[in-house]
């Protein structure tokens, strides 16, 4: 089901009797299999053209809404109507969209809002983008101005006095992609991608191949803390006590390669046979590093990142994918489907697997 396009129809009274029926079907009041009024009927109920009412049909039937049958009209189609017609779509700040949102990491939201909508248009809902920081001290306003038929999805953070506002209210909500599990986040329904299950599953494969000596690049801490966990966990899991931790807390390229250089002019025999990046742009900059000291890839040293940006894949760098356009349909219906009829029991949280993208960086044929 897509949304109801009023682009053909500049005319109010075509426009009234498209939100008129629209609303019908949505609302139930038009069952599934029952006919529309007659063209002629509703050409002389909202002062148009017998035309343009057969138009407004189509228009409907564009939207997924009704079907028309040559000779017998327009009736209305199978169309499952959502508990929750509304949904707010809650970021912490204005600046993630902006022009002032951080270059390296916009694409996560862009990605992830892309499939929210296409999830909210296919399920008959809508989708209302709101930022914590516009709001400010009038969120209780807003959040009591909430209709019924209405739910929240945060994402990354959840404002514990929004939420209790939410519970008291009897409003759904969730939380998307939280940068961490902490204990307030516990409480939360939340879907998020397996940065963790990832890490560890590309990891384990990696060492099972022969890599002895891994090398961690990158943070340990907020969102990237899981992924460092994953790759602790697959080390350990191999009793490994050959890793090396290379912190490196800026996500650029360039970070990548400082951080890789240095390590290499103090070690100028490299002690690692593996690099695991925290995200790909670090990845890329150690390869930079490896290159301009004559280390090959892979076969001196291999590298694994984190992400899948169109840049690795130009590099030939294997990675670990991060699946945010699937996130995001996926929390839409997840919400719709698991959410919404279960406000009050504690609904189990959601992993979105982060599959493993293998290039030429760690020996692999490339699969993307």
């Known amino acids: 089901m897509q949304d109801v396009s009023y682009a053909r129809h500049r005319s109010q009274g075509v426009q009234k009797l498209i939100t008129d029926l629209t609303a019908k079907i949505r609302t139930g009041e038009l069952h599934a299999g029952d006919y529309l009024p007659s063209a002629h009927s509703l050409a002389k109920e909202y002062g148009i053209g017998y035309s343009t009412v057969i138009r407004t049909y189509k228009t409907l039937a564009e939207a997924g809404l009704v079907d028309t049958v040559q000779g017998r009209g327009a009736f209305v189609r199978d169309v499952i109507v959502p508990k929750v017609a509304e949904i707010t779509v809650c970021l912490p700040s204005s600046d993630t969209l902006s022009q002032n949102a951080n270059p390296l990491c916009d694409w996560v939201f862009h990605g992830l809002l892309a499939g929210m909508n296409a999830a909210t248009l296919a399920r008959g809902a809508k989708i209302h983008l709101l930022f914590a920081d516009e709001v400010g001290s009038k969120w209780t306003d807003y959040l009591d101005g909430m209709e019924m038929g209405a739910g929240v999805l945060f994402v990354l953070e959840a404002p514990p006095a929004w939420i209790m506002r939410l519970v008291h209210r009897q409003i759904p909500f969730a939380l998307v992609m939280p940068a961490e599990h902490g204990e307030w986040e516990n409480e939360i329904p939340r879907i998020y ?48 006590e050959n890793s090396i931790l290379l912190p490196c807390s800026d996500i650029s390229r360039h970070a990548g390669f400082t951080a890789m250089s240095d390590y290499l002019f103090a070690h100028p025999e490299p002690d690692f046979d593996l690099i695991v990046g925290s995200n790909d742009l670090r990845a890329l900059g150690a390869m930079d590093a490896l290159q301009a000291r004559g280390i090959r890839v892979p076969d001196d040293v291999a590298v694994l990142g984190f992400d899948d ?3 690795a894949k130009q590099a030939e760098l294997s990675s670990v ?21 279960n ?26």
């Open 309 to 311: 940006i169109p840049s």
């Open 193 to 240: 991608a397996d940065y963790h299950g990832g890490v560890y599953q590309a990891v384990t494969k990696l060492l099972n191949e022969g890599f002895e000596r891994p090398l961690y690049l990158g943070g340990i801490e907020g969102h990237e803390k899981p992924r460092y966990e994953g790759f602790a966990a697959a080390v350990a899991h191999k009793k490994n």
């Open 343 to 368: 406000v009050d029991t504690n609904v189990p949280s959601k992993r979105i697997p982060c599959p493993t993208v293998w290039r030429n960086s760690t020996g692999h044929k490339d699969n993307a």
């Open 321 to 341: 994918r991060l699946p945010v356009r699937e996130l995001g349909k996926s929390s839409i219906n997840w919400f719709l489907d698991s959410v919404v009829d």
